[in-house]
Nanobody, 122 residues
Framework: QVELVESGGGLVQPGGSLRLSCAAS????????VAWYRQAPGNQREQREL??????????NYAESVKGRFTISRDYVQRMVYLQMNSLKPEDTAVYYC?????????????WGQGTQVTVSS
């Protein structure tokens, strides 16, 4: 059974930092591309924003809104994905989702975690 379990969300003041974690199981982690999305309050699932991705071989991409503030990384041994978030702003408030895309049984699969809430407020 495939599971992506996020943790690390919470309430933080503007300018603060948080580190999100995503534990992956049930997939061949090393061949999957993984990413963090966020869904702002009031937005629908279809409006989730891709904010950072790290491919199976380690290349990364970031949304302009988080570039220079957020860093995505992965641990192939522990099967973990991390999102280090610095200089947080109120507009970063959202539910953050871990996503994994890759092949299983010759078919491309797309998996989501349950999300973790990040609230940036004074």
């Amino acid at each position: 059974q495939v599971e992506l379990v996020e943790s690390g969300g919470g309430l933080v003041q503007p300018g603060g930092s948080l580190r999100l974690s995503c534990a992956a199981s049930g997939i061949i982690f090393r061949i999957y591309d993984v990413a963090w999305y966020r869904q702002a309050p009031g937005n629908q699932r279809e409006q989730r924003e891709l904010i950072a991705e790290i491919r199976s071989l380690g290349s990364t991409n970031y949304a302009e809104s988080v570039k220079g503030r957020f860093t995505i990384s992965r641990d192939y041994v522990q099967r973990m994905v991390y999102l280090q978030m610095n200089s947080l702003k109120p507009e970063d408030t959202a539910v953050y989702y871990c996503n994994a895309v890759g092949p299983t049984g010759g078919i491309s699969r797309n998996y989501w975690g349950q999300g973790t809430q990040v609230t940036v407020s004074s």
